[in-house]
């Protein structure tokens, strides 16, 4: 697709489907308010009658804006609601002879229905299919390291790895650096390449086997086995592009061992290998605990702790005490349960157990984003534990990733291979067991996904995003699901996206929230500053009261700015005014306010949406009795817990919900009609009537009396028709994304997926200024979008080694000394040099194998006449860099002054001769030759002396001839 | 034609002005004796004499590097000289410590000896020139190019290029060197090594008992012995040798996580020629077993242990208590003292290259200087006059001019006035 030249930074490189068009073209003047536009979504027609609409169409975009801003709906209702385009995930756009409407279906019928056909007033459209496929992007070095994309195949290489294809000659290919996870990081910068599907990954133990199917775990009496576990056979893997390998592991060797050993191997198929090791100790008893934990250390680290405090966190902080020798760290997942880590993924050892008691503690292992594992282990029932006088052996997994299908096998066995969501997907989750929470953050293209209309009108695309996401919760029947779509510009927010999954998952599971005592005016109003403490879950939120104005009491009437009002006019007012601040781990989670009641008004506090835990909200015991007075709370206040509406005539006799009252857990039965039982520990259940009849919902009314507020409504394998649903999980909202934490000793299970025009999005970031080609391997002519930041330098930071590495000495390959990362190589020719990012490399002589040469950059020479080399230089024309030469140019300078002085004064010379040519014609002219003039004189001299002469004869003769007379 | 007077008495002014210039300026050129050099008549001889002054220019800045080149080596040379003799002494000590029957005083005394050696090495290697560049930072300008940290341990942060100042057109000497070529690149029989490491080595082995490297008969009590071997970490790798009357059979292998299956399993796979077997009893302790009724541990050397000087240990089989300890075969004094021979070799050959270098730059300079004793006959060549040339023309513009002169007077001195009247 063309080169990018030195490049610092690439941004959501993207390549875009194309989305299914429909072309309609009829003379607008045949519109009337009986036209009617159909389109065929999916199977269903839907029609939309112009109306009177029709008068104001002046031409097709009037018609897409009437379409696209939902004035004109649906005939016929679905569900009960007249459908808009945007419903049916269309967008129209056009200009004064056509309407094109665009769908928003990228082949997944999850989210939208296909677009198949469309008429407006009898003029049947022209279908132009849409192109999903992927566009396969491909970045890649001009040396052939492939930074992102899917490893290409020998037939590929050969094809595309040519210098007519702007790579330098000598480029050889290599995966090695291929992005798959989150980042890999090359010559120092980050390389990321994220798709919808995510990446194919493989977790399996280092047994070889499938982590479903044996995760590696081994629980039996002491004495511990002396010997580790192997893998029985070898590990096959085969790529997509037809490369294999067999691996076997070394005795002893353990996860960690193996996945490094792998890499080495494996990471030129574009495969990554990473190793993760989680256990998980819960229902720890509360009894005195002794056990050996072994990791990397070989001494046992003794850990003893008297656990009959319930105190996890001492238990935490002495297993961490060792974690410098053992390589383990702790962290509290429950108030019984922690989970330890073995970073690096080897082996957690646990031996000598002792407990005081009779108890037990559960062992489970978890993968990489706190899931428990689903293997036959794990899985078992009972729960694997661990007792007096066993060990536990904990081994690691082993997780394949790679942006390509690839199989793995061993001993004929294939081992599953799945493209994972949150994978280099465009869902991102992060276990951080510290907190025993997982966070998700959603990646988006506002760029990609937002809906545009072309200037001309005609080139429309609709918004085409979605984010679904599931957890499985208590219901092992039904999951919690929310799914969002149609989002559009500012809305295409990785935080809208995960704040308005939160409110639809909320609001599909319970409902929380406690009243306090209706109160007059009389009763008293708190003051400003006044507060209460809420618990939900295991957050905790702080309400302060605010804005509450003055008022003067005059006999039975009461004053407000001066304005006089009866009492409860007054408390209207003064309700209407004052306002609570919220405090707590998520902005806006509670809602907190009075509302009116029956003889006044009383004090509300609901967490907004729903909570899927199907926790209370509660008063925590830090709110002193004054500020629970002031605000008329007492022991016959309540709270509740409801669920949604259902069909009350059911004719079944099924647990529909499960109520855990201080650790006392009830079920609810739901039997023809009537709920039992009606009470439990202190808390009324009640089926409520619902907005109709024969629908009602579950209510759990809990009085302030009950001692233990923590209570907590949970969905059962037969809730999905009783309006329950929830999952053993808090959900926050973040900066990021939101976060799920663990509750109790449950664990859930997530998926997500995403569909956008964009199959896949390429970044990088700090690559100092490296030339990346950029080809597309796909069946579909890629639309590319993405912002690309160059970055150029004087002295090249870059420092290269160059390594010999073949027997003959001529292969040469050049890494980058900072990072190690492989840059190129170049086989050395005839005149042993080789060219190599604008240096000629001149080897004197032929390197012996893993022979090193270090090219350094320093801007800190001194006192090497290093200047003097280079104005030395400059002298003469460097071919390479074509730079220098001002010894010939000043020369040449020289010498054309020269000539041009010559020529300048032989100019000089000649018209000084012809100047004085014509002042000696001037000269001829004007001047005065006195020898001429002289002669001149005299002749007129002499000629008056003669005409005298005639004159002095002529009066003689006249003198004469008078005298004669 | 006619022309006037006037006109007449001003171009003979005029030419009379020009031989008076030219004249005047072949009487400086003859004076000076250099050339009145005219862009418009010697543009080639002002081209070559531009290049020249530039080459000269550019070789007086050689002579000049070559002089300062051979100073420094001169101190490197110095240096290096420093640096062998601390060798020798290193060796001599090497040998005189190498005795099993030295009290532990007296290794001491050797220990602090190899110390102070050690630190003097150290010194020599942050050695800086009268400018005050250092002699092995190579071109990072660091002024002291290696440091030791609080275990001893010496790291080089200068650079691995060595500074280079150029002498002539296309050479270029070294000033001075990497510190990591000469003090961290020694080749010995088993790679390259640090010089100071060396000197640890040393140090080190003076620390050990010389005997307690080689085990005593393992199996004069009993017929199998009890070995505890050390903690690998994640992995390591072990190599040991065990001698029987059948002869010395070495086994080697990589443990990973204290599973020293993989090692009893590498021992069985020879029993047949060394007639040993073993048997894995857990907690890195491994049973031996032997035809022979006698067997001995020795050469045992590991990599990556968590413990680098971790040792083996012999246990009563009955008691699990430590009979004895084997330590490692790592510092042997034979390996020390043949790489101090190489180090000495090593510098023996970086002081060889000082040598080559000052003589490259001495040659450098004489021929630099030749360079310049042409460069300034051409340029005289170029600049000087040629005064017979000058001279012959002088007097034949002289005669040029007096014989204007003479015309010119003739012919005013005369006027048609003259003849009037």
Redesign the interface.
């Known amino acids: 697709l063309g080169e990018l030249q030195n490049l610092d930074k690439l941004e959501d490189l993207t390549a875009l489907k194309q989305q299914t068009k429909l072309q309609i073209a009829t003379p607008i003047a045949n519109l009337s308010a009986t036209s009617q536009l159909r389109v065929t979504v999916g199977n269903t027609a839907h029609t939309f009658t112009l109306g009177s609409h029709s008068s104001s169409i002046k031409n097709y975009s009037d018609l897409a804006e009437l379409m696209n801003s939902g004035v004109i709906r649906t005939d016929v209702a679905v569900n009960g609601k007249n459908l808009t385009f945007s419903d049916l995930g269309l967008l129209a756009g056009g200009n004064a002879t056509s309407l094109v409407i665009s769908s928003a279906f990228l082949g997944n019928s999850d989210t939208y229905s296909e677009l198949t056909a469309g008429e407006l007033s009898g003029t049947s459209g022209l279908l132009i299919p849409g192109h999903t496929d992927f566009a396969g992007l491909q970045v890649l070095t001009k040396e052939g390291v492939h930074l992102a994309g899917t490893p290409l195949s020998q037939t590929q290489i050969q094809s595309l790895i040519s210098s007519a294809n702007g790579f330098s000659e000598g480029a050889k290919y290599t995966a090695s650096h291929l992005a798959s996870g989150e980042v890999t990081s090359y010559l120092g910068a980050e390389v990321s390449r994220l798709t919808t599907r995510g990446d194919y990954t493989s977790a399996i133990s280092s047994l070889a086997k499938s982590s479903t199917i044996d995760s590696n775990i081994a629980i039996g009496a002491m004495?511990?086995?002396?010997?580790?576990a192997k893998m029985a056979a070898p590990l096959k893997i085969e790529t997509a592009t037809g490369l294999s390998l067999n691996y076997e592991a070394?005795?002893?060797?353990?996860a960690?061992?193996i996945s490094a050993a792998l890499n080495d191997k494996i990471s030129q198929y574009g495969i990554n290998a990473s190793a993760y090791n989680f256990v998980e100790l819960y229902e720890i008893p509360s009894e005195t605990v002794q056990f050996d934990l072994k990791g990397?250390?070989?001494?046992p680290a003794r850990i003893n702790m008297d656990m009959s405090t319930g105190n996890i966190q001492a238990l935490v902080n002495q297993i961490n005490t060792y974690s410098e020798s053992t390589?383990i760290f702790a962290s509290r997942s429950a108030s019984n349960a922690l989970v330890l880590e073995h970073r690096?993924g080897?082996?957690i050892n646990i031996e000598a157990v002792s407990i005081s008691g009779s108890g037990s503690i559960k062992v489970r292992q978890l993968d990489q984003y706190g899931e428990v594992i689903n293997s036959p282990q794990n899985t078992a029932s009972p729960a694997p534990e661990i007792s007096t006088g066993k060990y536990a052996i904990l081994g690691g997994q082993i997780q394949l990733t790679s942006p390509s299908d690839f199989e793995l096998s061993t001993n004929d066995v294939d081992i599953s291979v799945v493209q994972s969501e949150f994978a280099s997907g465009f869902i991102k989750r992060a276990f951080d067991p510290d907190n025993s929470s997982t966070s998700y953050s959603f990646k988006t293209l506002k760029h990609a996904d937002s809906a545009a209309i072309g200037a001309a009108g005609l080139a429309s695309v609709a918004a085409s995003s979605s984010y679904k996401f599931e957890i499985k919760g208590d219901n092992s029947n039904s999951s919690l699901v929310a799914n969002i779509a149609g989002l559009n510009s500012e809305d295409l927010n990785g935080q809208i996206v995960a704040k308005k999954l939160a409110s639809e998952l909320r609001q599909n599971s319970v409902q929380a929230g406690i009243y306090g005592n209706t109160f007059s005016f009389a009763d008293g109003f708190p003051s400003n500053g006044d507060t209460l403490e809420f618990r939900l879950g295991d957050q905790t939120y702080r309400a302060t009261l605010n804005d509450v104005p003055s008022y003067v009491i005059e006999d039975s009437n009461v004053k407000i700015d001066g304005i006089t009002y009866s009492q409860s006019e007054a408390l209207k007012q003064i309700v209407a005014s004052s306002n609570f601040t919220i405090s707590g781990p998520e902005d806006n989670r509670i809602r907190v306010g009075f509302t009116e009641a029956s003889g006044g008004f009383k004090l509300y506090a609901v967490a907004n949406d729903g909570v899927i835990s199907g926790h209370s909200l509660r008063l925590t015991s830090n709110n002193s009795s004054s500020n629970l007075n002031a605000f008329h709370f007492d022991n016959t206040s309540s709270a509740f817990i409801q669920g949604d509406e259902f069909d009350t005539t059911q004719a079944v006799n099924q647990v529909i919900a499960r109520l855990n009252v201080g650790g006392t857990t009830t079920d609810i039965t739901f039997d023809n009609g009537v709920v039992t039982p009606l009470t439990a520990n202190g808390v009324t259940i009640s089926l409520e009537q619902g907005s109709s009849v024969n629908t009602g919902f579950l209510k759990i009314s809990i009085p302030n009396s009950v001692s233990d507020q923590d209570i907590r409504l949970s969905a059962t394998a037969n809730s999905a028709n009783f309006g329950i649903n929830t999952a053993s999980t808090q959900l926050t909202l973040t900066e990021g994304g939101f976060n799920l934490s663990e509750y109790g000793s449950d664990r859930i299970q997530v998926s997500g997926s995403v569909e956008s025009l964009a199959s896949e999005t390429i970044s990088i970031d700090g690559l100092s200024g490296e030339d990346l080609i950029i080809i597309s391997t796909g069946n579909i002519r890629p639309s590319i979008l993405g912002a690309a930041t160059s970055s150029t330098h004087n002295l090249n930071p870059r420092e290269i080694s160059a390594q010999v590495t073949s027997d003959d000495g001529r292969t040469v390959v050049l890494k980058d000394t900072k990072t190690g990362d492989y840059l190129g190589s170049r086989t050395l020719s005839s005149t042993n040099n080789f060219q190599f990012r604008g240096f000629d490399w001149q080897f004197d002589g032929i390197g012996n194998k893993n022979d090193e040469f270090?090219l350094?950059t320093?801007g800190?020479?001194?006192?090497?006449?290093?200047n003097?080399?280079r104005f030395?230089r400059l002298?003469s024309l460097s071919e390479t860099s074509g730079k220098g030469g001002y010894?010939e140019i000043?020369?040449n300078l020289?010498?054309d002054?020269?000539?041009k002085?010559?020529e300048?004064?032989q100019r000089l010379e000649t018209t000084q001769a012809i100047h004085?040519v014509a002042?000696?014609?001037k000269?001829?002219f004007?001047?005065?030759?006195?020898?001429?003039e002289?002669?001149r004189l005299?002749e007129q001299q002499q000629a008056y002396q003669a005409l005298a002469k005639v004159l002095s004869t002529a009066k003689e003769l006249v003198d004469t001839l008078l005298r004669s007379f | 034609?006619?022309?006037?007077?006037?006109?007449f008495f001003?171009?003979n002014s005029e030419l009379f002005s020009r031989l008076n210039e030219d004249l005047k300026s072949l009487q400086s050129q003859a004076g000076s004796g250099k050339a009145d050099l005219?862009?418009?008549?010697?543009?080639?001889d002002?081209?070559k004499l531009?290049?020249a002054d530039?080459m000269r220019s550019?070789t007086k800045?050689f002579i000049a590097?070559s002089g300062r080149v051979q100073t420094d080596l001169e101190t490197l040379d110095l240096a290096m000289d420093r640096l062998q003799n601390v060798l020798i002494r290193l060796q001599e000590v090497s040998v005189e410590s190498s005795n099993d029957v030295l009290l532990p005083e007296e290794r001491q005394r050797f220990i602090s000896e190899a110390k102070m050696l050690k630190d003097e090495i150290f010194e020599i290697a942050n050695q800086s020139d009268s400018?005050g560049?250092s002699l092995f930072g190579g071109?990072?300008?660091k002024s002291l190019p290696f440091e030791m940290a609080g275990n001893g341990k010496v790291s080089f942060v200068g650079?691995?290029?060595a500074?280079?100042?150029?002498v002539s057109?296309g050479l270029?000497v070294m000033?001075n060197f990497s510190g990591a070529d000469i003090f961290q690149n020694a080749e010995g029989p088993n790679g390259r090594f640090s010089v100071f490491e060396l000197v640890d080595d040393l140090i080190n082995s003076l620390s050990v008992d010389l005997s307690s490297t080689v085990s005593t008969n393992l199996l004069k009590s009993a017929n199998s012995a009890v070995i505890e071997l050390?903690?690998?970490?994640?992995?390591a790798e072990i190599s040991l040798t065990l001698a029987t009357a059948a002869g010395d059979t070495s086994f080697s292998a990589?443990?990973?996580?204290?599973?020293y299956?993989?090692f009893v399993?590498h021992i069985n796979s020879k029993t047949a020629t060394s007639g040993i077997t073993a048997t894995?009893?857990?907690g890195?302790r491994v049973s031996l077993q032997a035809t022979s009724s006698e067997l001995k541990l020795t050469n045992f050397t590991q990599n990556g242990m968590?413990d680098p000087n971790s040792s083996l240990k012999v246990l009563d089989p009955n008691t699990s208590a430590t009979v004895e300890t084997v330590a490692q075969n790592k510092i042997n004094f034979g390996d020390i003292s043949v790489r101090i021979t190489d180090a000495f070799e090593h510098f023996a050959t970086k002081r060889a290259e000082v040598s080559a270098a000052s003589r490259r730059a001495q040659d450098a300079e004489e021929a630099n200087m030749d360079i310049l004793v042409g460069l300034e006959e051409d340029i005289a060549d170029i600049e000087d006059a040629d005064l017979a040339a000058v001279l012959t023309r002088i007097e034949m513009l002289m005669t040029q001019k007096e014989a204007a002169q003479a015309t010119f007077t003739r012919i005013t001195s005369k006027?048609?006035?003259d003849f009037?009247g």
């Open positions: 004495p511990i086995p002396t010997a580790r070394s005795q002893g060797m353990m960690g061992q990397d250390n070989f001494t390589g690096g080897n082996d270090l350094s320093s800190n020479r001194q006192d090497d006449a290093s003097l080399v030395n002298a010894s000043y020369s020289v010498t002054t020269g000539f002085s010559r300048a004064e004085d002042l000696d014609r000269s001829e004007s001047g005065v030759d006195l020898d001429t002289a002669a005299l | 034609m006619t022309i006037g007077t006037t006109r001003q171009n005219k862009l418009s008549e010697n543009f080639r002002v081209a531009s290049a530039e550019q800045q590097n400018f560049n071109v990072s300008g650079s691995a290029m500074k280079q100042i150029s057109n270029s000033q050390p903690d690998t970490g994640p992995d990589s443990i990973y996580g204290n599973d299956s993989a399993t894995y009893l857990g890195n968590t006027s048609l006035f009037l």
